[in-house]
């Protein structure tokens, strides 16, 4: 495996501190403040890079799906999205990626839907959450229960956690 929790950790810090010295000077950015909105989205593109070296040419990453997609009921669609599609050998995931976890217990209310709506449209997806941090316990604790405990990966928190990652997708049948 070219990864583990640590060289995630360091790719990203290598990625945010290139999106941020490219993005700070435009013209436009007032603040050179970026970090907060900015690490989330580098988060998930580090993960999304890392994801495709490490399982070469099987896999394929869709950003932000709609879930839309899916329909509820009377020709109805659904809203949000999760932040990547994978398909790895036929093998379909839905991932949830967070820097920092959630902010309130009802955050999972939403992905609990998301859930309920996986599972009613019987396609084969599998939904999973990782974070790079999650400090609230509670909190990580509510996202074992709604997504499962073996589909939570905490980067910060788990050592081992990008491993098993990787191998819930590349065994999972």
């Not at 093998?91 to 920092?100: G, Q």
Request: hydrophobic letters at 30%.
């Amino acid at each position: 495996m070219k990864y583990d929790n640590k060289k995630i950790e360091e790719e990203f810090e290598k990625n945010f501190k290139e999106a941020k010295r490219v993005l700070t000077p435009l013209s436009f950015c007032e603040t050179i403040e970026v970090d907060k909105s900015l690490k989330g989205w580098v988060f998930e593109q580090t993960i999304a890079k890392c994801l495709l070296e490490e399982l070469n040419s099987d896999i394929k990453i869709e950003q932000q799906y709609k879930f839309s997609s899916f329909e509820i009921q009377d020709g109805k669609k659904s809203r949000g999205s999760a932040d990547l599609a994978i398909d790895y050998n036929g093998r379909k995931f839905l991932v949830e990626i967070k820097f920092s976890g959630i902010f309130s217990g009802r955050d999972t209310e939403k992905y609990e839907k998301y859930q309920e709506l996986i599972k009613k449209q019987d396609n084969g997806f599998r939904y999973l959450y990782l974070s790079k941090r999650e400090t609230h316990e509670p909190y990580a604790e509510k996202c074992r229960n709604v997504f499962g405990k073996e589909n939570v990966f905490l980067l910060d928190n788990v050592k081992g956690d990008w491993e098993r990652f990787i191998k819930s997708i590349i065994t999972t049948k």
